[in-house]
């Protein structure tokens, strides 16, 4: 059983920065993607970024690109997210989420009906 979990949360000032992570367990494949999603209240999920563990690879959504980096310790199965410069606009509940492959697979457009498992979820409050 995959299982995930966020942690890196809370408040922090506009322009502020903050790094989530996302420690994965139970792949049973050697492939897999992490996914990152954010919810904010009265709106619908959106993809912010995804890693590719086989090849690297790394994907942003149009909102986030040049502020938010994804980053990962394979090793400990931990994927980061470094969000720098963050606005009144990015507050939420951020999740990651996760998909197994057989093979290489690489980062596109995230979207959640890609993603079979999923964290809890973290809050991130953006406020002076």
């Known amino acids: 059983e995959v299982r995930l979990v966020e942690s890196g949360g809370g408040l922090v000032q506009p322009g502020g920065s903050l790094k989530l992570s996302c420690a994965a367990s139970?792949?049973?494949?050697?492939?897999?993607?992490i996914g990152w999603f954010r919810q904010a209240p009265g709106k619908a999920r959106e993809g912010v970024s995804c890693?590719?563990?086989?090849?690297?690879?790394?994907y942003y959504g149009d909102s986030v690109k040049g502020r938010f980096t994804v980053s990962s310790d394979n090793a400990k199965k931990v994927v980061y997210l470094q969000m720098n410069n963050l606005e009144p606009e990015d507050p939420a509940v951020y999740l990651c989420?996760?998909?197994?492959?057989?093979?290489?697979?690489?980062?596109?457009?995230?979207?959640?009906?890609?993603?079979?498992?999923w964290g809890q979820g973290i809050p991130v409050t953006v406020s002076s």
């Open positions: 139970g792949f049973i494949s050697p492939h897999y993607v």
């Open positions: 890693f590719s563990n086989s090849d690297g690879s790394t």
């Open positions: 989420a996760a998909r197994e492959y057989g093979g290489t697979w690489s980062c596109g457009p995230v979207l959640s009906y890609a993603y079979d498992d």
